[in-house]
Every structure is written in C-alpha cells, then in structure tokens.
C-alpha cells in the first residue's frame, strides 16, 4: 500500500475499488465524494473515511441508482441530520429499486424525503399466522381430475 501518513493516492482508491481514475476524478469534480486532503503536490489523498464512502456510491451506481439520485439524496440528508457531514460515509444506505433508504438508530427511512419506512416485522407475523389459521378453517375445494370430466368439458 502507498499511503502517506494514513491517506490512499488516486491509484491506490482505482486499484481497491476497481474504478477507473476518470470515474474517481468525475466524482471528486462533482461532489459527489471529494478527496479528503491534497499532498503538497495538489494530488488528491483519500482517507479510509473516503473510501467507505467511495464503496458506498459504487454499491449504489452498481444496484442501479443514477449519481444524480445520490447526489439528491445527500444534499437531502445533509438538511435532514445536521449532524451527519459524511452520508456516503456516516449511515448505511440501501437501493430498493429507485429509492434510497438510510438507515440511522434502528430507524429505515426514504433518504430524499426523510418518510419513515416501518415495517414490524412481529406484527406481520402475527398477520401471517391468522391468515394460515383462516385458510385452515375454510372446506377444501377437491380439484376435478381430467379422467373426472364428462364429455362435454373435453370437446368443449
């Protein structure tokens, strides 16, 4: 590994990820994850923080989740937790389908408009085993063997 005092160089931050220099400077250029230091030299140096990030928005990109998307999304939580300087970094995100969700404290929500996704899980179990009790008490339909219909029902 060659980092210097603890920080990651471009080609290191390629070759872990498995991302092409372009694709990082294109996400330092826009935002969407920035390098966290600059050697003397200007060159861009990336603590493991950044990479965790970094990981995150490829997991993201790679479950089909555009970068605009991202990008809506931690501008949105930014304002959401105040707290939280580092989305990517700081709390774990999730693509179901086009939404993202965060997760934060044991609560899931919708990363773009902080709605609360719940979904008790003890509850529908409950929900589940009185709809297997329902079905359990209803008569059973015999199902008609073909060698059983008449005549009609076969040229028809």
Do not use: C, N
């Not at 920080?7 to 294109?26: G, N, P």
């Not at 707290?83 to 044991?106: H, I, N, Q, S, Y």
């Amino acid at each position: 590994m060659s980092s210097v005092r603890g920080r990651f160089r471009t080609r290191d931050v390629v070759d872990l990820l498995k991302i092409s220099r372009r694709q990082l400077q294109y996400w330092a250029q826009t935002g969407l994850v920035e390098p966290s230091a600059k050697s003397p030299g200007g060159h861009s140096r990336y603590s493991f923080e950044d990479l965790v990030a970094l990981k995150a928005a490829k997991r993201l990109i790679d479950s089909g989740v555009s970068v605009q998307r991202i990008r809506a999304s931690i501008g949105a939580l930014r304002k959401l937790l105040p707290t939280v300087k580092r989305p990517l970094a700081e709390l774990v995100l999730v693509a179901t389908g086009d939404v993202v969700l965060a997760f934060r404290e044991g609560t899931a929500f919708d990363a773009i408009s902080g709605q609360e996704w719940v979904f008790e899980v003890a509850k529908f179990r409950r929900e589940v085993e009185a709809w297997r009790r329902s079905v359990a008490t209803m008569p059973q339909i015999r199902k008609v063997q073909p060698s059983e219909r008449s005549v009609h029902d076969r040229t028809a």
